[in-house]
């Protein structure tokens, strides 16, 4: 069994840069959800995508997007980089209960 | 929106020392999780909880839902150095719309240092 896997591991961006940072979920999950970790807090929900579209998002601005595909992978993106999105940024997935399986993030440093 | 806050902060012990900690939440929940993450990793799912006052094991660890569903207690017996890391509890509710499933708010944590 495949866990969750993210890419890329890290990722360095200049202020109003856009980023687009994928997901694949763990076989058999098909619920995806992001969550932002800043440096010493616990993670944020961001948004969770079921069946391709999104389902229940947290308290993000909208240049904060996400896609799920067919295979239950995701992206996710954000435009107009701000510093304060320097961030590790984690994918979990999981089939439609309250237990998420994380995949081990991408850290975003913006610049 | 909901809260959770554990203590302590954090904890520095002795190998083969036991350890308590807890989470409090603002709202009532109707899961609870713990989850281990260390540094540069992604938070590991170690107990769920989905009773009040169910008291659950996983190896050395034991965690228990509060009867009042407003707290979680998770204690590790014996510790061992690899029991370092930040340990996080979370429940279900962190987001608007959709079903209510897996939107997590997490604690601020709790970090553990081991001495041995």
């Known amino acids: 069994e495949t866990g969750v896997t993210q890419s890329p591991t890290h990722l360095i961006k200049t202020r109003g840069q856009q980023v687009t940072l994928r997901c694949s979920s763990q076989s058999g999950h098909n619920t995806v959800s992001w969550y932002q970790q800043a440096l010493g807090q616990g993670p944020q929900f961001i948004f969770q995508?079921?069946?391709?579209?999104?389902?229940g998002r947290g308290n993000f601005p909208p240049r904060f997007s996400g896609l799920q595909f067919p295979n239950y992978s995701s992206e996710l993106n954000v435009n107009a980089l701000e510093l304060d999105d320097s961030a590790l940024y984690l994918c979990?997935?999981?089939?439609?209960?309250?237990?998420?399986?994380f995949g081990p993030g991408t850290r975003l440093t913006v610049t | 929106g909901q809260q959770l806050n554990q203590s302590p902060q954090s904890m520095f012990i002795q190998e083969g020392e036991d350890v308590s900690m807890n989470c409090t939440s603002s709202s009532i929940f109707n899961t609870w999780l713990w989850y281990k993450q260390d540094p540069g990793e992604g938070p590991v799912l170690l107990i769920a909880?989905?009773?009040?006052?169910e008291l659950t094991s996983n190896g050395r660890l034991t965690a228990q839902f509060g009867i009042t569903r407003k707290d979680s207690f998770l204690n590790i017996s014996a510790s061992i150095p690899s029991d370092v890391g930040i340990y996080f509890c979370a429940g279900p509710g962190g987001g608007a719309g959709g079903t209510s499933y897996g939107k997590l708010t997490f604690g601020q944590g709790t970090i553990l240092t081991v001495h041995p």
């Open positions: 979990a997935s999981s089939s439609q209960g309250d237990e998420q399986y």
């Open positions: 995508y079921y069946r391709e579209e999104e389902n």
């Open positions: 909880l989905y009773k009040a006052g």
